[in-house]
C-alpha cells in the first residue's frame, strides 16, 4: 500500500510560507537600514552644529530669578568675547588715514632740510634741537642778526617771520641759507605761530623760542639757559629783564639777590600787591609774551589757546600756567643767570610812513596807526577773557585748577 494523500491545506501552507518569509526578511532589512541611515545623518547634524545645539538646549535650564542681583552682576562681569573684527573696527586711526595701513601713516614732521641726493633711508641720527621763530622787519636786521648768530646751528633751527616781506634782504648774512624765510604782509608773531608752528610740525624740537625781535642778548647764553631750565623743570619760561629794559611786570625783571631762577614777586605797597600766599599771575605762575619759551608738552597746550584772529594774544599771558604740565607756581620762572635787554621798539602799525608824504603827516599817520593797533590789543583782551569765561561755564568735564581769579591776594 503507497504512503497516505497528504492534507491539502498543508501544502497550501508549505508553498507560500517561503514566499511571504523572504518578502518579510527584505523588509525588515530595508527599514533597518533607513533607520541607520536616519540616525547617521542626525549625528553628522550634531557635529556640524554644535552651537544650535547648545543654544537649543538652553532654555531647557532654570531660569534664575530676574531681580537676583547677584546674576545681574555676573552678568555684567562677563563680556562677550571680542571678534577679530571688532578689533579692528575700534582702533582708532587719525582723521583722514582710516583708509591707510596704519605703518605707512606719518602724522609729525619738522622743519629740518632734507638733501636732493643720496639715500633718503641712510641718515646719521640727529641733534636734539630746539626751535627759534622771530617775527622780523628788515629796519632790525643789524640787531636780529646780533640774536640769531648766538644760537649754534647744531642745537637750533631758525624760522623768521617776515612781516614786511622783505625776504631777499636777509640773504647776504652767514645763517640766513639754514634759516625758514615765511612772508606775510603786516602779521604779527602770534599770526605766524598758530598757523606756521602747528605741535605736530614742532615735535621734535624740546623747545620753542617764540621771541620778539627788539631783544639784545649779550647776557644770555642759549645753551646754559636750556640747561637750567631742565634742571629747574621749567614748561614755560623767560629769561629775566635787564632793568635798562621796558618792563611792564615786575616779575620779569632780573633779581638783585642773584641766584639762578626766581618764580614769584614780592610787594607789600601800593597796587597790585604780591605777597607769599599769592597763587597766580603776574605774582607768580607767569612770563611775558616778548621772549617766552616753551616746552614741547606745554606748546601743544598753549597753540591750542591761540585765538586764530585774536593776533596780540592779550590776556593770553594769564593764561598760559594752565598749560604748565602741573602747578604753574613751580613750572613757570624767569631765569636770572641768563638775562636779555628788552629794547621796546614799536613795529607793528608802522605803515603809514612814506608815501610821498612830508615827515610831519607821515608822523601823524604811524601816531594813528599805532594807536589802532593799541585800541584793537584791549579789545582782543576782552574777548578773549569773555571766551575764557563762556568756555570754562559750559565745559561740565573741565575742573579749574586754579579756582580762585588769578590775581594778587590780600596779605594773609
Given at each position: 500500500?503507497?504512503?497516505?494523500?497528504?492534507?491539502?491545506?498543508?501544502?497550501?501552507?508549505?508553498?507560500?510560507?517561503?514566499?511571504?518569509?523572504?518578502?518579510?526578511?527584505?523588509?525588515?532589512?530595508?527599514?533597518?537600514?533607513?533607520?541607520?541611515?536616519?540616525?547617521?545623518?542626525?549625528?553628522?547634524?550634531?557635529?556640524?552644529?554644535?552651537?544650535?545645539?547648545?543654544?537649543?538646549?538652553?532654555?531647557?535650564?532654570?531660569?534664575?530669578?530676574?531681580?537676583?542681583?547677584?546674576?545681574?552682576?555676573v552678568?555684567?562681569?562677563?563680556?562677550?568675547?571680542?571678534?577679530?573684527?571688532?578689533?579692528?573696527?575700534?582702533q582708532?586711526r587719525?582723521?583722514?588715514?582710516?583708509?591707510?595701513?596704519?605703518?605707512?601713516?606719518?602724522?609729525?614732521?619738522?622743519?629740518?632740510?632734507?638733501?636732493?641726493?643720496?639715500?633718503?633711508e641712510?641718515?646719521?641720527?640727529?641733534?636734539?634741537?630746539?626751535?627759534?621763530?622771530?617775527?622780523?622787519?628788515i629796519?632790525?636786521?643789524?640787531?636780529?642778526?646780533?640774536?640769531?648768530?648766538?644760537?649754534?646751528?647744531?642745537?637750533?633751527?631758525?624760522?623768521?617771520?617776515?612781516?614786511?616781506?622783505?625776504?631777499?634782504?636777509?640773504?647776504?648774512?652767514?645763517?640766513?641759507?639754514r634759516?625758514?624765510?615765511v612772508?606775510?604782509?603786516?602779521?604779527?608773531?602770534?599770526?605766524?605761530?598758530?598757523?606756521?608752528?602747528?605741535?605736530?610740525?614742532v615735535?621734535?624740537?624740546?623747545?620753542?623760542?617764540?621771541?620778539?625781535?627788539?631783544?639784545?642778548v649779550?647776557?644770555?647764553?642759549?645753551?646754559?639757559?636750556?640747561e637750567i631750565?631742565?634742571?629747574?623743570?621749567?614748561?614755560i619760561?623767560?629769561?629775566?629783564?635787564?632793568?635798562?629794559?621796558?618792563?611792564?611786570?615786575?616779575?620779569?625783571?632780573?633779581?638783585?639777590?642773584?641766584?639762578?631762577?626766581?618764580?614769584?614777586?614780592?610787594?607789600?605797597?601800593g597796587?597790585?600787591?604780591?605777597?607769599?600766599?599769592?597763587?597766580?599771575?603776574?605774582?607768580?605762575?607767569?612770563?611775558?609774551?616778548?621772549?617766552?619759551?616753551?616746552?614741547?608738552?606745554?606748546?601743544?597746550?598753549?597753540?591750542?589757546?591761540?585765538?586764530?584772529?585774536?593776533?596780540?594774544?592779550?590776556?593770553?599771558?594769564?593764561?598760559?600756567?594752565?598749560?604748565?604740565q602741573?602747578?604753574?607756581?613751580?613750572?613757570?620762572?624767569?631765569?636770572?643767570?641768563?638775562?636779555?635787554?628788552?629794547?621796546?621798539?614799536s613795529?607793528?602799525?608802522?605803515?603809514?610812513?612814506?608815501?610821498?608824504?612830508?615827515?610831519?603827516?607821515?608822523?601823524?599817520?604811524?601816531?594813528?596807526?599805532?594807536?589802532?593797533?593799541?585800541?584793537?590789543?584791549?579789545?582782543?583782551?576782552?574777548?578773549?577773557?569773555?571766551?575764557?569765561?563762556?568756555?570754562?561755564?559750559?565745559?561740565?568735564?573741565?575742573?579749574?585748577?586754579?579756582p580762585?581769579?588769578?590775581?594778587?591776594?590780600?596779605?594773609?
Amino acid at each position: 500500500m503507497g504512503p497516505a494523500p497528504g492534507n491539502p491545506s498543508q501544502k497550501r501552507f508549505s508553498g507560500v510560507l517561503p514566499p511571504a518569509a523572504l518578502i518579510f526578511l527584505v523588509l525588515v532589512f530595508v527599514a533597518g537600514a533607513i533607520v541607520t541611515v536616519d540616525h547617521k545623518e542626525n549625528l553628522s547634524i550634531l557635529q556640524l552644529q554644535p552651537r544650535r545645539v547648545a543654544a537649543d538646549e538652553e532654555p531647557s535650564r532654570p531660569a534664575p530669578p530676574a531681580s537676583d542681583p547677584h546674576v545681574d552682576a555676573v552678568v555684567a562681569e562677563t563680556p562677550p568675547a571680542e571678534e577679530p573684527g571688532d578689533m579692528c573696527e575700534n582702533q582708532c586711526r587719525a582723521p583722514g588715514s582710516e583708509g591707510l595701513p596704519r605703518g605707512i601713516v606719518q602724522d609729525k614732521s619738522n622743519f629740518e632740510f632734507e638733501s636732493l641726493g643720496g639715500n633718503p633711508e641712510r641718515k646719521e641720527a640727529r641733534a636734539v634741537k630746539s626751535l627759534l621763530a622771530i617775527p622780523v622787519g628788515i629796519k632790525q636786521k643789524v640787531v636780529v642778526d646780533k640774536l640769531v648768530s648766538k644760537f649754534p646751528a647744531a642745537n637750533f633751527t631758525v624760522m623768521l617771520f617776515h612781516y614786511d616781506g622783505a625776504v631777499d634782504g636777509w640773504s647776504d648774512l652767514p645763517w640766513s641759507r639754514r634759516a625758514l624765510h615765511v612772508a606775510a604782509a603786516d602779521q604779527t608773531k602770534w599770526w605766524f605761530g598758530k598757523r606756521f608752528l602747528h605741535p605736530d610740525l614742532v615735535a621734535e624740537y624740546d623747545y620753542v623760542f617764540l621771541w620778539d625781535e627788539d631783544i639784545e642778548v649779550d647776557g644770555f647764553d642759549p645753551l646754559r639757559y636750556i640747561e637750567i631750565v631742565r634742571k629747574e623743570g621749567l614748561e614755560i619760561s623767560q629769561p629775566a629783564l635787564d632793568h635798562r629794559s621796558q618792563i611792564h611786570h615786575r616779575l620779569t625783571a632780573r633779581a638783585r639777590r642773584g641766584g639762578a631762577v626766581h618764580r614769584r614777586f614780592y610787594k607789600t605797597a601800593g597796587g597790585g600787591r604780591c605777597y607769599g600766599n599769592s597763587t597766580g599771575p603776574p605774582c607768580t605762575g607767569w612770563v611775558e609774551m616778548m621772549v617766552p619759551v616753551f616746552s614741547r608738552a606745554a606748546w601743544r597746550c598753549a597753540w591750542r589757546m591761540i585765538q586764530n584772529e585774536l593776533v596780540f594774544a592779550w590776556g593770553l599771558d594769564f593764561k598760559l600756567g594752565y598749560c604748565a604740565q602741573g602747578d604753574r607756581s613751580m613750572n613757570v620762572g624767569i631765569v636770572d643767570s641768563e638775562y636779555v635787554l628788552h629794547r621796546g621798539i614799536s613795529t607793528l602799525g608802522d605803515v603809514g610812513g612814506g608815501g610821498g608824504k612830508t615827515a610831519k603827516a607821515s608822523s601823524a599817520s604811524t601816531a594813528a596807526d599805532r594807536y589802532a593797533v593799541r585800541l584793537r590789543s584791549y579789545t582782543e583782551m576782552h574777548i578773549f577773557n569773555r571766551r575764557w569765561k563762556q568756555a570754562v561755564a559750559e565745559d561740565e568735564c573741565w575742573t579749574d585748577p586754579y579756582p580762585q581769579p588769578p590775581t594778587a591776594t590780600s596779605k594773609g
